[in-house]
């Protein structure tokens, strides 16, 4: 199971700094993976807010990004865990299949768009879309989230600590929404559910998995989908 | 849709009544209330939903048959059939790509998924499309490894919905098309009815089985131009560059929506017209939102000339080719190449006259049919449902795809020898007139036997 610590221990096995070498010349070398020994651990320097940074990995590495990136950093990202130093782009780790990814700062929208798997971990806020078309990918916030998050999120999990925006869960199908604060509106066919116990061992598990420990996952309330908008009905045209 | 299987009120003998069947003098049907009309008001009423239904715009709209080929004569001489080279070859994604896309001909296989299609389809799009060297397409609900297996090219498609987007299957792809839109309906998303939501459907869509599957309209992580650019520099970073990224849009306000590709760095722009297929769609939206492929190809090529770019971004087009005439006219017009989807399920034994007693008993028939989305396809083409998929023999339905596909090539090169060109890219808009007015506007040729081009050709 995919958890968000990123181990510190190890040496590095190679130093990467993006002001003086482009990304394209770092996720080439990313993607040569020596099939005996694959992954290890990478630090990239001077990240300059630059986009694609760290895609399309697909190895254990450890990859450490000490400043901001632009879009898309570890998008469909595989085995890999990556810690961002600081904020986001749009749609970082979109797509994401395994492995974890954490942001020490706030990510912008369409935060682990259509995810499949792994740990995404957002230790500031997340703008709008946060989860959006999530496919089993699961999402921790540390802080709140933007309108239309887990917009037709299909499979997966969305804990937002904080407060969500308006439109939370529209469209929803089978993702699971957890938010500790207050929800500014909920969108068609997202209704709230009873947290049974299973519930309430799912948000502890995340919030263990993403290293959380000062919040009682007791506060939390769940979001779901009424599953009424599954198959097409006359009696459901408003919400078309 | 629900009601979609009861087409009692849609008989397909239309003959009105005639000197031999009754016929009276009296009885004048309307032509704004035709019988369709009324049928559908019927249908409307008594569902209260609005008609959902596969294939593509069924109204008559400017095409292909409104253009004509001048020939050689006197001023310009004809190549022998048989004994001069007609080329048809077309290489895609020459501006950025590592591993350019080889096409032995300029007819390709559109994007069509599976869940729309069975894996007996897509199989056997695959072998046919192979046989003669060209490509196929994945569709909204990923790629299998029956299609992969099958397709020696296979483009992979990032649609809004992203249901199956995977990695490893973009690494394994032959070229990425970003999905905008589609000429069936641009501005819409994907559907796909409960009754075709199988189990494995289900699976790599990451949907609950029998759901009525509505898929966004939007990409979930980027809008506009702006993005795209970023969003393109990511896939190609994910892939290293190494294949061609198209993007494919439905026929709008194409001047633009060309631009604005080639500026966010498409190697290869897919232009599908109103008349292009879909698996289902509300037949308001197949009938009332886009342009014809007759008038946004113009567009398209202007577009790249405007930017230099002509010959460098391959233009793909598509919406309503049959045959060979339609593919050398729209290369012709400066199209690189075109893309079959409702003529190659057709090839595959859509519609055809043996199937004519299972499709009547849907209500249906032969020639007519077109509810895709229902799942009940006789001919074992657009279904999930076991037993009627098994009907289509892969190996059998792509030998009649490549028989197809050779006799488009054939009728182009047919064509274009008759131009006096070497190779299919030879033809242009100076060997075509037009039959009619709307025509000649749309396409920018004049009127036969004039030297009329109706409308100024100004940039919009």
Redesign the interface.
Known sequence: MATADVTQAGALSFEFDLAAAT??EL??RL?RVDPERPGGRVLVRNPGGK??IA??L?APYEVEIAGHV???CA??N?LASVRVGGNCG??VA??M?SGAVVVEGSAS??AG??G?GGLLVIHGDASA?CG??L??LDVVVRGSVGHLSA??A??GCLVVCGDAGEALGD?L??ARIYVRGSVAGLGADCVEKEVRGEHLAEVSELLARAGIDDVDPGEFRRYGSARR????H?EN?GSY | MHGGVDRSARPPEMAAPGPTNGWNPGLRESATFDRNAIAEIQRAAREGMYDIRGFGAKRRVPHFDDLLFLGASVSRYPLEGYRERCDTDVVIGTRFAREPVHLDIPITIAGMSFGALSAQAKEALGRGATEVGTSTTTGDGGMTPEEREHSRILVYQLLPSRYGMNPDDLRRADAIEVVVGQGAKPGGGGMLLGHKISDRVAEMRDLPVGIDQRSACRHPDWTGPDDLEIKIEELREITDWRVPIYVKVGATRTYFDVALAVKAGADAIVLDGMQGGTAATQEVFIEHVGIPILAAIPQAVESLVDLGMHREVQLIVSGGIRSGADVAKALALGADAVSIGVAALIALGDNAPEHDPGYREIGSAAGYYDDYQAGLDPAGISTQDPALAARLDPVEGGRRLANYLRTLTLETQTLARACGKSHVHNLEPEDLVALTIEAAAMARVPLAGTSWIPGTITTP
């Open positions: 990304v394209r996720n080439e993607h986009h694609a895609v399309g697909d632009g879009y898309y998008g469909m595989k749009v749609g979109e797509n299949m929208q369409s768009a259509s499949r879309r959006i078309s496919k089993g917009f037709m299909q499979r469209s199908y089978e908008l599954y198959n097409f006359v045209l």
